[in-house]
């Protein structure tokens, strides 16, 4: 292998950081897991939970006190672009091959995974995936299970063996399709054997195994053959001058396909959550519009995906929307219904998929929806249980698109027949993992919009209701605020938009920010606010315009506003509002912000009576004297308080604890698990007022 062309690579990224390397010493393991991370880090290379790599070294038994050859290699449900010692299983490698010496055939299979925990070395292993055996007969140090795209594309051309051939001579090998287990390991050991010295195998319509005496060696020898495959189909595409057909459908500019997107998702959503709730994602790359846009979409969709990666994540097939580009969507509720027979349809052909193909022993059917959905012109839609498997489905589409691209250009793509993709989709092993899945949490599957997230309040209600499976759309009028705030969210559980609440256009775009990126809507929490405490005399119209613009006409449009969605997706909501005590209890220099408060209170009781139909709940929480962590008080608000009470502004907490009944200090947090109770466990409360104030006997309801 010529390894001086390691800075000519193009259609892969070459990222072996030697300096890196070598501060990892021998350390096979680590290497290994350094070269995982950086070939995890290029989709073209495999997507995420894709692929499988693996090193051998030479342990000490604890056993016997001998040494012995151990494999490490990633474990069941584990990602190679974010694993670490933790994701990985260590196995005695002569056991794993003594396993030759039991094996039964193909319906012995799943017998095998479980015998795999016998040849456990390391005891804080996963458990060891499906793969395993694939890597453990072959003799190698250093091996990668790779899903490029590139290869994929070869591997499910009509005449792949024939182009891999041509493309690699009598260097790569080749096992046709067979699914993975015991015996596709000893497919390729035979491969190896019959054909000593290559330096890869091509798996039929699955993917690719390369290998290496060192790490490095390993990892060349990948973006090596991945290169080569790629420049191929590159050529290819080039000399015959246009992909997919050509181009049918022409887009609009981003801004009109993401609006249109907008529009949309709640719509898709509604049809898609027929069984339960779905998150939404949507992508409008360069690589989608190619695809949903040409002349052979209506041809190749329908065929399905090939790799078992790909289909395991986006179903046998998509959706295609049959929708025009600059369709009229005015009227959102006559698209749903003139939707609704194609969902139904896609639902019915899943069912009879099902019936066709399961065994005595399938697991019931899962949900028939589908995840990816088509519109030409605009782009992809993929819906999941959260934002992250939806937009990993989305990524596992992009890859099929590559991989359709890549075998059209070279031969013609074809897919896995039904009862191979059943077999793979209802594998009782997969069942078997996605039954040890935790449980899903209280929220899971809600889309939660807060608005005032910047502040205390508000940022504590969006991490209670996010740590309890929602995602969240943070609102706040201060970016700085936001940016803060967005440092507690890890990645696809939450956006940050710069709204002002009182701004109508600003509270519609980011509704639309959060139908663009999760799909819709399902709690509600208007926290945005200002205080203002000054005796009449000094309370200016401007003070009390403020007030009311931002506590109540601000609640009331963006109640407005995301009860047209709450009522389009037909899935019911939750509306609340974050009030305070002063609402319901008179007291001094208090006349504005009091007002206000009570209009947001009574507001929520007239629309809980109006939108029970809809099965959205409004309810109410009055927070009283949350000082701690509030950025209300940290200006002239804690002032004029102070002076209203005759006492000192550092006085304030104290103060306000001693005065409630339970003596307690208030905190953000405390409000936050008052959001979360309304929202996730009284499920049947409606109109009613919480509050938290420690009790104050003057403010109680009745």
């Known amino acids: 292998m010529d390894h001086s062309k390691i800075n000519s690579f193009k259609h892969v990224n070459y990222l072996w950081d030697d300096k890196h390397a070598n501060a990892l010493g021998a350390d096979q393991v680590a290497l290994f897991l350094y070269r995982s991370n950086i070939l995890g880090a290029d989709l073209r290379i495999t997507n995420y939970g894709g692929g499988n790599t693996s090193c051998k070294t030479i342990e000490q038994d604890p056993l016997t006190g001998e040494k012995c050859e151990v494999m490490w290699i990633k474990g069941s449900g584990g990602d190679i672009g974010t694993l670490d010692r933790s994701g990985i299983a260590g196995l005695y490698t002569e056991r794993l091959r003594n396993l030759k010496n039991v094996y039964q055939g193909l319906a012995d299979e799943d017998r095998m995974v479980g015998l795999f925990n016998h040849c456990i070395f390391d005891l804080d292993s996963r458990a060891p995936s499906i793969d395993t055996p694939l890597h453990g007969l072959l003799p190698f140090p250093h091996i990668d299970h790779l899903h490029p795209d ?25 096992v046709d399709w067979q699914r993975p287990g015991f015996d596709l390991g000893l497919q390729l050991e035979k491969c190896l054997n019959s054909n000593p010295g290559i330096k890869g195998i091509v798996l039929g319509s699955h993917g690719l195994f390369t290998w290496g005496e060192t790490s490095k060696e390993c990892y060349l020898n990948s973006l090596e053959v991945i290169e080569q495959a790629s420049a ?21 500019d981003t801004s009109k396909r993401k609006a249109q997107a907008a529009k949309l998702m709640p719509v898709l959503r509604a049809l898609c959550s027929s069984e339960q709730n779905m998150v939404g994602h949507f992508n409008d790359s360069p690589e989608v519009l190619e695809f949903v846009n040409s002349k052979d979409l209506e041809r190749l969709a329908p065929m399905g995906t090939s790799c078992p990666d790909h289909f395991l994540r986006t179903k046998i097939k998509p959706l295609i929307l049959p929708l025009e580009v600059a369709e009229d969507l005015s009227n959102l509720e006559t698209i749903k219904k003139s939707l609704a027979p194609h969902f139904e349809t896609y639902r019915n052909e899943y069912a009879a998929y099902y019936n066709q193909c399961k065994k005595e022993n399938s697991p019931g059917m899962r949900d028939p929806n589908p995840v990816i959905l088509l519109y030409p012109g605009i782009g992809l839609f993929s819906f999941a249980k959260n934002k992250q498997t939806a937009r990993v489905a989305s990524e596992f589409y992009l890859n099929a698109i590559n991989v359709m691209r890549g075998a059209e250009a070279i031969s013609s793509y074809t897919s896995l027949p039904l009862q191979e993709a059943f077999d793979i989709e209802y594998w009782l092993l997969e069942e078997a993992k996605l039954q040890r899945l935790p449980k899903e949490k209280l929220l899971s599957r809600k889309i939660a919009l807060v608005s005032g997230a910047g502040g205390g309040i508000g940022m504590s209600i969006a991490k209670k209701l996010v740590a309890e499976g929602a995602v969240a759309v943070l609102l706040d009028i201060s970016e700085d605020n936001l940016k803060e705030a967005a440092k507690d969210f890890a990645k696809d559980t939450a956006i940050s938009v710069v709204c002002d609440i009182n701004d109508q256009k600003a509270i519609e775009e980011a509704i639309q920010q959060s139908c663009l990126h999760f799909g819709g809507l399902d709690i509600v929490v208007h926290s945005a606010g200002l205080a203002i405490s000054k005796p009449l005399s000094e309370t200016t119209t401007q003070d009390w315009d403020l007030l009311q613009n931002i506590l109540v006409k601000g609640q009331f449009v963006l109640f407005k506003q995301a009860a047209e969605v709450l009522k389009l997706q037909e899935k019911g909501g939750n509306f609340i509002t974050i009030a ?6 008179a007291g001094p220099n208090n006349v504005a912000y009091g007002t206000a408060k009570a209009a947001q209170q009574h507001m929520t009781r007239l629309l809980a009576a109006e939108l029970a139909s809809e099965k959205i709940r409004v309810n109410t929480v009055n927070p009283d004297g949350v000082i701690v962590g509030s950025k209300i008080w940290e200006g002239a608000w804690a002032q004029g308080r102070a002076a209203a009470n005759g006492i000192k502004v550092e006085e304030l907490p104290s103060f306000y604890a001693k005065r409630n009944l339970l003596n307690q200090i208030i905190t953000p947090e405390d409000i936050a698990q008052a959001v979360f109770s309304l929202v996730a466990l009284l499920d049947k409360s409606t109109g009613n007022t919480i509050n938290v104030d420690g009790g104050m006997a003057n403010a109680f309801v009745r």
């Open 580 to 585: 305070s005590k002063n609402g319901l209890v």
């Open 150 to 174: 590139a290869l994929i594309a070869i591997a499910a051309a009509k005449e792949g063996k024939k182009i891999t051939r041509e493309i690699w001579g009598d260097t790569i090998g080749w």
């Open 232 to 252: 191929y189909i590159d050529a290819k595409i080039k000399a015959n001058g246009k992909v997919f057909g050509g181009a049918r459908t022409e887009s609009p």
